[in-house]
């Protein structure tokens, strides 16, 4: 059966420092893969999508950047944190047709 | 882009009440999906369902597509039910799955 990694479960960071957030997917090839966030108390922002390895679509302008350096791994990233950048960031996997298969247990970041 | 809306924001109910969550979107869709967030953040998908009618349990879902709108029932509330409920929508040749604004449900011993 198909599997969804994603570390760390909590981060504290500064700002200024970089981020990197890994997710993983087993049991399953050539999957699409998105990165969402969520801001406390709201919905989820779609920031990035991939349907093959490095191939990446960017949603939003913003400080961050996704990378796939393999099929079943997708990576966020920043250089450098803004305090905007907190919030709870989810990493999903559908198999197309954009019916998300599911979710990883999310990344908790908050910014000091 | 496509906007999608739900109601209500907030719920609270007595645990054993039944509910009706809707979600109204502004466009044809070609997927809609219904997912509870629990308390701890994590995202389980409950029905994959654009059109027609479906049920898991004590819980079921409804799409009417033509006019745009879905629901989401559910019967005899637990408070395992508790958390927020998200419908998210697909436009025809995207791959990308919009959100709604969610509905929180709190279900009071």
């Known amino acids: 059966s198909q599997t969804i990694h994603q570390w760390p479960a909590t981060l504290v960071q500064p700002v200024g420092s970089p981020l990197s957030l890994e997710c993983t997917v087993e049991g399953t090839s050539n999957p699409n893969l998105y990165w969402y966030r969520q801001a406390a108390g709201r919905g989820l922002q779609l920031l990035f999508y991939?349907?093959?390895?490095?191939?990446i679509s960017s949603e939003v302008p913003q400080n961050l950047s996704a990378s796939r350096p393999q099929d079943r791994q997708f990576i966020l990233s920043s250089k450098k944190l803004l305090l905007s950048d907190s919030g709870f960031y989810l990493c999903a996997w559908s198999g197309g047709g954009g019916v998300a298969k599911s979710f990883g247990d999310g990344t908790r970041l908050s910014i000091l | 882009g496509i906007q999608v809306e739900q109601s209500p924001p907030d719920l609270i109910l007595q645990e054993g009440a039944n509910s009706t969550l809707r979600c109204n979107f502004s466009?044809?869709?070609?997927?809609l999906q219904w997912f509870h967030q629990n308390p701890w953040g994590q995202l389980i998908n409950l029905f994959y369902i654009p059109s027609g009618t479906k049920q898991n349990g004590r819980l079921s879902a409804t799409t009417v597509a033509t006019e745009r709108y879905s629901l989401l029932y559910i019967s005899s509330s637990q408070t395992t039910d508790s958390g927020v409920y998200f419908c998210?929508?697909?436009?025809?040749?995207?791959?990308?799955?919009?959100f709604g604004t969610g509905t929180r449900l709190t279900i009071i011993p």
């Open positions: 998210a929508v697909l436009n025809f040749g995207n791959e990308k799955l919009t």
């Open positions: 466009d044809s869709v070609n997927n």
């Open positions: 991939s349907v093959g390895i490095g191939q």
